[in-house]
């Protein structure tokens, strides 16, 4: 940092975004994070609870949905499972074995719930 002419030291525009940022009390941005937390929480939740259902429906894995999902995806991703613990190898045995069995449908909820909000 420099000093300027009145003496106070110029802040860097990253610096500048903590020290004067949004004017919120100390209790106001603690409310807000907790209120951000709260509303991340209930939406992983939901998503959690959607693959679940979907694993169940379609008799495989939760990672399996995952995968499927990354395959279905039109940025055509290529998935790597990254684990070597042959527990999580056989949870995603269903998404090499087997084309992807989402429908349109279900790859638009499970995006849809991810997001927390729906599409524009």
């Known amino acids: ?14 610096a500048a975004r903590f020290v004067d940022g949004p004017h919120l009390s100390a209790p106001d941005k603690a ?16 998503t959690a609870r959607l693959v679940a259902s979907l694993a169940a429906a379609k008799h495989t894995t939760p990672e399996t949905i995952l995968l499927w999902w990354l395959r279905r995806h039109p940025a055509r991703i290529s998935p790597v499972i990254g684990s070597a613990r042959p527990e999580r190898i056989r949870a995603c045995r269903d998404a ?8 349109h449908e279900e790859w638009y909820d499970l995006w849809i719930t991810a997001r927390g909000a729906s599409l524009p």
């Open 1 to 14: 940092m420099t000093s300027s002419a009145d003496g106070d030291a110029d802040k860097s525009c990253l």
């Open 96 to 103: 090499v074995l087997n084309d992807p069995r989402l429908t």
């Open 31 to 46: 409310a807000q994070r907790l209120a951000d937390w709260l509303t991340d929480l209930a939406t992983e939740q939901a």
